[in-house]
């Protein structure tokens, strides 16, 4: 009997074992629990993959993420970024018009002229504003499909060798550690 008068289960612990996911064998392909209906969006297919492959498919998915992110920042820096930075300087500069209706103080402008340095650092964060955009809404579609093909090929490749699940990963540092050593 349990402190709230109901019986106690017959498992004297709170949580049971679950095996890992990917030391088991996957799934068959015609279990309807693992299907995916053809009209899913791309969010029920990003969640479909992570919880058929777990860890790995998050890892691919943030790798990818990174990549995407880092090809963004290099394209608008390469290609745009004086004019991005002019772009923050004019928004800024409308934003502080409408903020401050005082009338100008006198050597204002000499003051503005010293922090003219700050311009580069405003384009580095429109720049970085404007990448983090790109990522999210432009390279989304092309990110989760890319992680939907390189997922499956990934863990495959890793069931072949015997890295994949628990002692996968205790075998594959193994495996790299003789590899090292051989040629020391």
Known sequence: MSLTGS???????????????LTSTPPPPNDPA????????????LKHLIKSYGWYAL?????LSTLDFTVAFAGISLLGAEQVASAAAYVKEIAIGFIHT???????????SISAGDVSREGLYATLVLAYTIHKTLFL?????L??????????W????GWAGGEGTRKAARDIRDRIQRKD
């Open 141 to 145: 579609p092309v990110r989760v499909g």
């Open 102 to 112: 005082k009338p100008p103080e006198p050597g204002r402008d000499e003051m503005d």
């Open 147 to 156: 992680t939907a093909v390189f997922t499956p090929r990934l863990v495959g």
């Open 34 to 45: 693992s299907q995916l209906p053809p009209d899913a969006t791309l969010s029920q297919r």
């Open 59 to 63: 890892g691919v998915y943030f790798v």
């Open 158 to 161: 890793l069931r072949t060798r």
């Open 7 to 21: 019986p106690r289960s017959s498992s004297p612990r709170l949580f049971h074992h679950v095996p890992a996911r």
